[in-house]
């Protein structure tokens, strides 16, 4: 079936891709939002650095692909070292060497390995000797707007339905099983984030001003959830599976044509999916969907983003906010930052609690990124 017209109902993050795509490839594309994009998830970090030396190839084309789509919000991708146990698996310096050699990573890349204890406190029976690597902090949630934003420029119609009742063919979007919770109070004795890996889920924790930041992922069971809940009661880190809340959502018009998100480690492999659903539904060529090549490697678009985000915390400092919580604002509103600092300053002739003041700022903006999108 052939097709020029486009409609995507509530786009995640691969639709949202896709729907970008077929807009620059001069397609006409019609985006409806029946719900305001949740703006309270939380950032998610990569886990490619392979585990093992036969897994270098497919880690070097993951990596590929993320600094092809950091070419559309280089801001939203960036650079941090992580502290990676893997339930199955133990590094040692010498298998570490030899795979930071096929990645073609020098000494600031390079990896180490270290031992679970100076995390959690157990003896080594849960956790096996992990590995401080480079991975990249993905914030899915502010790409999609940087998506949709993009699309809108170049012409998509976005519009706001709650129950739209439409005729033609829409392309629905089912996204990632996540699970996030949080601990306030709680904190890791590093301020790395720490990531928990096994062949049926993964686990992210890291600190965020009010307490400990908990994301799950696992294979969509009760029983992966279950168990990653388990691994964390034995790490001394006790979560009520009650405290969980999910971020998935159900699709149930199942006749139409449903594009199903991916997780971070999986996302190149779900975007070629998504590619050939589209192509064998439609009878679309595969140059539609040719990503654009980034200008530079990610690692050096990062120090330059790092710098710029010292600077502009110089300047937002004197309203109280710490570095930390100013950086995950930085980063995901970077093209309004002054915007937002000179708001800030200016509520302080009346307010003087820093987080009442960002929490404002964040609202005042989040609100008006909203009304642009749909108006």
Same mark, same amino acid.
């Given at each position: 079936m052939k097709a020029n017209s486009f409609t995507f109902y509530q786009p995640d993050f691969l639709a949202a891709l896709a729907a970008y795509q077929l807009q620059k490839a001069g397609f006409s594309v019609k985006i409806i939002l029946s719900d305001q994009l949740?703006?309270?998830?939380?950032?998610?970090?990569?886990?490619?650095?392979?585990?093992?030396?036969?897994?270098?190839?497919?880690?070097?084309?993951?990596?590929?692909?993320?600094?092809?789509?950091?070419?559309?919000?280089?801001?939203?991708?960036?650079?941090?070292?992580?502290?990676?146990?893997?339930?199955?698996? +133990?590094?040692?310096?010498?298998?570490?060497?030899?795979?930071?050699?096929?990645?073609?990573?020098?000494?600031?890349m390079a990896a180490f390995p270290i031992k679970p204890n100076i995390i959690f406190n157990h003896d080594g029976q849960i956790l096996k000797k992990g590995a401080q690597v480079i991975?990249?902090?993905?914030?899915?949630?502010?790409?999609?707007? +940087?998506?949709?934003?993009?699309?809108?420029?170049?012409?998509?119609?976005?519009?706001?339905?709650?129950?739209?009742?439409l005729k033609e063919t829409i392309i629905l979007s089912k996204p990632i099983d996540t699970f996030t919770s949080s601990i306030k109070g709680k904190r890791l004795p590093v301020e790395n984030a720490v990531i928990l890996k096994s062949d049926s889920y993964d686990v992210e924790l890291y600190n965020l001003q009010q307490g400990l930041q908990i994301n799950i992922q696992s294979l969509?069971?009760?029983?992966?959830?279950?168990?990653?809940? +388990?691994?964390?009661?034995?790490?001394?880190?006790?979560?009520? +599976?009650?405290?969980?809340?999910?971020?998935?959502?159900?699709?149930?018009?199942?006749?139409?044509?449903?594009?199903?998100?991916?997780?971070?480690?999986?996302?190149?492999?779900?975007?070629?999916?998504?590619?050939?659903?589209?192509?064998?539904?439609?009878?679309?060529n595969k140059r539609a969907f040719n990503l654009d090549k980034p200008a530079e490697k990610l690692s050096a678009n990062y120090?330059?983003?790092?710098?710029a985000c010292e600077q502009q915390y110089d300047q937002a400092k004197q309203t109280g906010i710490q570095f930390r919580s100013f950086e995950k604002i930085y980063y995901r509103y970077i093209n309004s930052i002054e915007e937002m600092i000179e708001s800030a300053y200016e509520m302080m002739s009346f307010e003087r609690d820093p987080e009442k003041i960002w929490d404002s700022v964040l609202e005042d903006h989040l609100k008006e990124e909203w009304n642009n999108l749909i108006r």
């Amino acid at each position: 079936m052939k097709a020029n017209s486009f409609t995507f109902y509530q786009p995640d993050f691969l639709a949202a891709l896709a729907a970008y795509q077929l807009q620059k490839a001069g397609f006409s594309v019609k985006i409806i939002l029946s719900d305001q994009l949740n703006e309270h998830l939380q950032s998610e970090y990569t886990s490619y650095y392979p585990e093992k030396l036969t897994d270098v190839v497919s880690s070097k084309l993951n990596y590929r692909f993320l600094n092809s789509i950091s070419n559309l919000f280089p801001h939203l991708i960036t650079r941090k070292r992580v502290y990676t146990f893997h339930t199955n698996n +133990e590094w040692n310096a010498k298998n570490l060497a030899a795979i930071d050699k096929l990645m073609g990573y020098d000494r600031e890349m390079a990896a180490f390995p270290i031992k679970p204890n100076i995390i959690f406190n157990h003896d080594g029976q849960i956790l096996k000797k992990g590995a401080q690597v480079i991975e990249y902090r993905f914030d899915r949630h502010q790409a999609i707007y +940087e998506l949709l934003k993009k699309c809108k420029q170049l012409g998509s119609q976005i519009l706001f339905d709650d129950s739209p009742k439409l005729k033609e063919t829409i392309i629905l979007s089912k996204p990632i099983d996540t699970f996030t919770s949080s601990i306030k109070g709680k904190r890791l004795p590093v301020e790395n984030a720490v990531i928990l890996k096994s062949d049926s889920y993964d686990v992210e924790l890291y600190n965020l001003q009010q307490g400990l930041q908990i994301n799950i992922q696992s294979l969509s069971t009760t029983i992966d959830k279950s168990k990653a809940i +388990e691994l964390l009661n034995d790490l001394d880190i006790q979560l009520e +599976e009650a405290a969980i809340n999910s971020v998935s959502k159900s699709v149930t018009k199942s006749t139409e044509l449903v594009i199903s998100d991916a997780k971070l480690s999986d996302l190149r492999a779900g975007w070629n999916k998504v590619v050939d659903l589209l192509r064998n539904n439609f009878s679309l060529n595969k140059r539609a969907f040719n990503l654009d090549k980034p200008a530079e490697k990610l690692s050096a678009n990062y120090t330059k983003l790092q710098l710029a985000c010292e600077q502009q915390y110089d300047q937002a400092k004197q309203t109280g906010i710490q570095f930390r919580s100013f950086e995950k604002i930085y980063y995901r509103y970077i093209n309004s930052i002054e915007e937002m600092i000179e708001s800030a300053y200016e509520m302080m002739s009346f307010e003087r609690d820093p987080e009442k003041i960002w929490d404002s700022v964040l609202e005042d903006h989040l609100k008006e990124e909203w009304n642009n999108l749909i108006r």
